[in-house]
């Protein structure tokens, strides 16, 4: 009886010597190219102006149809990138609502004025496809029509009848459903990542020093991976522990590993193995081990050839209706979707997209990165097409930050004393107000200004307590400031 994973791992390094697709990804231009062949890169810078947000946008590859949409967008002509690069370059001033679409992406922008300063929320979501169900519930169905090929292939091996009645039921009530809930749970661990933390990526392996604070994140939402691994008996708890505690530091050197691959891994895979095949010898799970290339060669070759693949190409919905007419015609000329998304031979190159937020004030909430010296929050990330995505949906930008109104604060506390998020809980309670509470707390900021002082304010504060429907309690933050701070 064949080795199973030692095939799946074999597949898996067969598929490494493919030449990679030169497909361009599909909201690339395809008529006239500006700049070179690689992936397409837009840039997006994004500030507050005086008449609303501005916004500039860049692109290395673009075609003269794009450019007259973006033109009217811009009400502009392009002009050449920074730096002497090629594509294009665009820059306009927009109204909230009516940001561009420059490559089918999605954003919103709101700016939220108060008394003490202005609240603002950016977001933004590129990529092509709005039907994420549909994209990952086809990336499902892919992954499930590949086991079920492998499963096929492997019994087909095995001479024995009841063998062969055994290792279907194996596969079928344990490798199959666990291999789907393992990738249904490792989707969702990276869409949350991915989510929470746009920019994350693996270090080099020569990178050393401490975790920092998204690698923490990072093994906190996989760790349950490992567990499940755990409950479903693929490892044991001490094998388990070994594994979190591997480069619990932050870096794993080479030594180490060498021993985890050598002491960990590979046992792991041999006792899996030998649970199904007894006396089995998988050897090391390395690209040099030749009998595992040949086993993957051995079973794309089925796939491409063998009337079980067929059966089971035709009873999986992964499988178009006029690719099944191919099929039953003797026309094997289809593209079979790749396991899970991920694309045989390379796919298409993805978008990589930057965004550059000028916002002056730290963002009380985002999933970009904070650079105090510039004022600036970035993203950036590559966009795959929905059917080959490495995570359920490409990740939102999103950014909240408030900006004070100095003059304002300083003339009434002394001194600015409410930013970020308290500054935005300001101005949410402020809307919170009806009309004619909504003039006298306009009135008693304007007699605090004037008085430099902020007793106006307390007689509607005190009004405003309770804990009823029609009543308003301030925020913590400018009772405190009102009652407690400077100048009262």
């Not at 954003?107 to 933004?124: D, I, K, M, Q, R």
């Not at 666990?178 to 749970?185: E, G, P």
């Not at 567990?227 to 490892?235: K, L, P, Y």
């Amino acid at each position: 009886m064949p080795n199973p994973l030692r095939a799946l791992a074999g597949l898996l390094l067969s598929m490494s010597f493919r030449p990679s697709s030169l497909r361009l990804f599909a909201l690339a231009a395809s008529v006239v190219l500006l700049g070179g062949c690689g992936n397409r890169q837009v840039t997006v810078e994004m500030r507050a102006g005086t008449e609303g947000p501005e916004r500039i946008f860049e692109t290395n590859r673009t075609d003269r149809e794009e450019i007259g949409r973006l033109s009217e967008s811009y009400e502009t002509a392009p002009s050449t990138r920074a730096d002497g690069k090629d594509g294009v370059r665009f820059e306009g001033v927009f109204a909230e609502r009516d940001l561009p679409s420059e490559v089918g992406n999605r954003n919103g922008w709101s700016s939220l004025p108060g008394a003490f300063g202005t609240s603002f929320l950016y977001v933004e979501q590129f990529g092509a496809a709005r039907d994420d169900w549909g994209a990952f519930r086809d990336r499902m169905n892919a992954g499930e029509l590949w086991i079920r090929m492998a499963i096929r292939f492997f019994e087909s091996r095995i001479d024995d009848e009841e063998a062969r009645a055994e290792w279907r039921r194996i596969a079928h009530e344990q490798l199959l459903p666990d291999a789907m809930s393992a990738f249904l749970r490792f989707n969702a661990g990276g869409y949350v990542q991915q989510g929470q933390r746009v920019d994350t990526r693996f270090r080099p392996p020569e990178e050393r020093g401490p975790r920092n604070e998204d690698e923490w994140f990072q093994l906190q939402v996989f760790a349950p991976l490992v567990a499940f691994a755990v409950e479903r008996s693929w490892i044991e708890p001490w094998e388990a522990q070994l594994v979190l505690l591997s480069g619990i530091d932050g870096w794993v050197s080479a030594g180490e590993r060498a021993w985890s691959r050598k002491e960990l891994a590979d046992p792991i895979v041999k006792r899996t193995v030998q649970k199904f095949v007894p006396g089995a010898d998988p050897g090391e799970i390395d690209p040099s081990n030749q009998k595992l290339i040949l086993t993957g060669l051995s079973f794309l070759w089925w796939v491409n050839t063998s009337k079980e693949a067929v059966e089971v190409m035709l009873s999986s919905p992964a499988i178009t209706d006029a690719d099944k007419e191919k099929l039953r015609s003797g026309n094997r000329s289809i593209d079979l979707p790749g396991p899970f998304g991920i694309p045989i031979g390379g796919g298409e190159r993805p978008l990589e997209s930057d965004v550059v937020l000028q916002t002056d004030a730290e963002p009380f909430l985002t999933n970009g990165n904070w650079d105090e010296s510039m004022g600036t929050v970035s993203f950036g990330t590559r966009i795959y097409p929905a059917a080959q995505r490495r995570r359920m949906t490409p990740p939102v930008f999103h950014a909240s930050w408030a900006v004070p109104d100095q003059t304002v604060q300083t003339s009434i506390f002394g001194e600015v004393v409410f930013v970020g998020q308290d500054l935005g809980e300001c101005v949410f309670w402020e809307r919170t107000l009806d009309e004619e509470t909504s003039a006298e707390w306009t009135a008693a900021v304007e007699a605090a200004r004037l008085s430099a002082s902020p007793n106006p304010l307390r007689k509607i504060l005190d009004r405003l307590e309770g804990d009823t429907e029609s009543d308003r309690p301030a925020p913590t933050a400018l009772r405190n400031a009102v009652f407690e701070g400077p100048g009262t």
